[in-house]
């Protein structure tokens, strides 16, 4: 058995302590952890070691609630980031479940805000979403599930050539188009997607006399 013979907070982090046993320092905690730690109590070696897996779960769960903190994140990149910090791979999936269980990491609804997000700010065809959402590591049910029921591919591919063809607003018909739809293709959409959503932009872009340049190339 070793004796606690002080607990110290940390000067650079006051929400965690050090414990000291025997007068020499032991280890550091979470201060959540050490809540019921008292100088003068005596601990044996497996109580200390369960002390400190429970740090290191604590540990991990902060981390990735600090990474959650600045924008919804997959689980898969949850994962990655606590495995980059060097998190233990078992305490990672537990951190990951545990997550999961609180909702506070829900894919369904990652994925849900990605394209709403992507929909309103930049507008891209469903392969072109499919793929970012693969790269965050979402599972093909997920994906598939929302970009079935909330995107319509026709209306963003009108959304993005809208903002998009401000720019070509002054050329003739066959270099907007050149453009425009080459715009819409690196963006993901088909040709069968983007072709009629040029000529209805052209058309509502156009002067009368552009119009009629357009109709007589079409």
Same mark, same amino acid.
């Given at each position: 058995m070793r004796k606690i013979t002080a607990i110290e907070p940390q000067k650079k982090n006051p929400r965690r302590v050090n414990v000291y046993l025997d007068g020499d320092f032991a280890f550091g905690l979470a201060r959540f952890t050490a809540a019921w730690l008292t100088a003068g109590q005596e601990l044996g070696e497996e109580k200390i070691a369960a002390l400190q897996a429970e740090d290191a779960r604590e540990v991990t769960y902060q981390k990735a609630l600090h990474f959650l903190s600045y924008r919804p994140r *997959? *689980? %898969?990149? +949850? !994962? %990655?980031? /606590? /495995?980059?910090?060097?998190?233990?791979?078992? /305490? +990672?999936e537990e951190t990951v479940g545990r997550l999961q269980k609180a909702d506070l990491l829900n894919d369904a609804s990652f994925a849900q805000a990605w394209v709403e997000n992507r929909s309103a700010f930049r507008p891209r065809s469903k392969s072109a979403l499919r793929m970012e959402l693969r790269r965050k590591g979402l599972e093909e049910d997920v994906i598939g599930s929302v970009l079935d029921r909330d995107v319509d591919e026709e209306a963003l591919a009108y959304a993005a050539a !809208?903002? %998009?063809? !401000? !720019?070509?607003a002054g050329l003739e018909w066959p270099d907007f188009r050149q453009k425009l739809g080459g715009f819409l293709a690196r963006r993901g959409f088909s040709y069968t997607i983007l072709a009629p959503v040029v000529s209805e932009v052209w058309k509502e872009f156009q002067t009368a006399d552009a119009g009629s340049t357009f109709d007589k190339e079409e």
């Open positions: *997959s *689980s %898969q990149e +949850v !994962r %990655q980031n /606590l /495995l980059k910090k060097g998190c233990d791979e078992a /305490l +990672v !809208r903002k %998009q063809a !401000r !720019r070509y």
